[in-house]
T-cell receptor, first 110, second 114 residues
Framework: QKEVEQDPGPLSVPEGAIVSLNCTYS??????FMWYRQYSRKGPELLMY????GNKEDGRFTAQVDKSSKYISLFIRDSQPSDSATYLC??????????FGKGTRLSVIA | NAGVMQNPRHLVRRRGQEARLRCSPM?????VYWYRQLPEEGLKFMVY????????ESGMPKERFSAEFPKEGPSILRIQQVVRGDSAAYFC????????????FGSGTRLTVV
């Protein structure tokens, strides 16, 4: 079982839709959770960071972590064509490198 | 304020040649991580280095691959006697401390072995 599982998609939504991206993880020691966005042929860029369980909001983006079910979510409100990218979830415990999911490819259609 | 700089952006090597990938971390960052990304795959950790030290190389293949981060100059990921299966995007990331606030990634080096 991979430590971080993520549905690769692709996911296609119309402009303005609410997007829900999800990951599950297996390592109970994970405490730090991130979402990265990667445009084609580019490096990943940090989008959201969350420690332990709870919600974090930044503009149109909301990250949720439920440690009891080992579930990580990213919601994008009012999605835009510029949001079209691959979204990678990542987790780590205090002293290990980041472990990434495979990424979900999102297309927002104008 | 330059970010993480990787070069070259694209590298073509014939089977059996050596590939050298370079990474200059962000200013003020002394921790460097190398990841490999195969097509349709996520990022796989390879090695974590601090200046002059390899901290964690648990993701590095035992043969042909090596990494260094000298006191002066960029971090180098070296692949000897490349094979077609080494074709991938190699990303370097850096952080200020061994913190847990996420890494800053470079744009990657795309290695093609022909």
């Amino acid at each position: 079982q991979k430590e971080v599982e993520q549905d690769p998609g692709p996911l296609s939504v119309p402009e303005g839709a609410i997007v829900s991206l999800n990951c599950t993880y297996s390592n109970s020691a994970f405490q730090y959770f991130m979402w990265y966005r990667q445009y084609s042929r580019k490096g990943p860029e940090l989008l959201m960071y969350t420690y332990s369980s709870g919600n974090k909001e930044d503009g149109r983006f909301t990250a949720q972590v439920d440690k009891s079910s080992k579930y990580i979510s990213l919601f994008i409100r009012d999605s835009q064509p510029s949001d079209s990218a691959t979204y990678l979830c990542a987790s780590q415990s205090g002293n290990t490198p980041l472990v990434f999911g495979k990424g979900t490819r999102l297309s927002v259609i104008a | 304020n330059a970010g993480v700089m990787q070069n070259p952006r694209h590298l073509v090597r014939r089977r059996g040649q050596e590939a050298r990938l370079r990474c200059s971390p962000m200013k003020g960052h002394s921790h460097v991580y190398w990841y490999r990304q195969l097509p349709e795959e996520g990022l796989k950790f390879m090695v974590y280095l601090q200046k002059e030290n390899i901290i964690d190389e648990s993701g590095m293949p035992k043969e042909r691959f090596s990494a260094e981060f000298p006191k002066e100059g960029p971090s180098i990921l070296r692949i000897q006697q490349v094979v077609r299966g080494d074709s991938a995007a190699y990303f370097c990331a850096s952080s200020r401390d061994r913190d847990n606030y996420g890494y800053t990634f470079g744009s990657g080096t795309r290695l093609t072995v022909v």
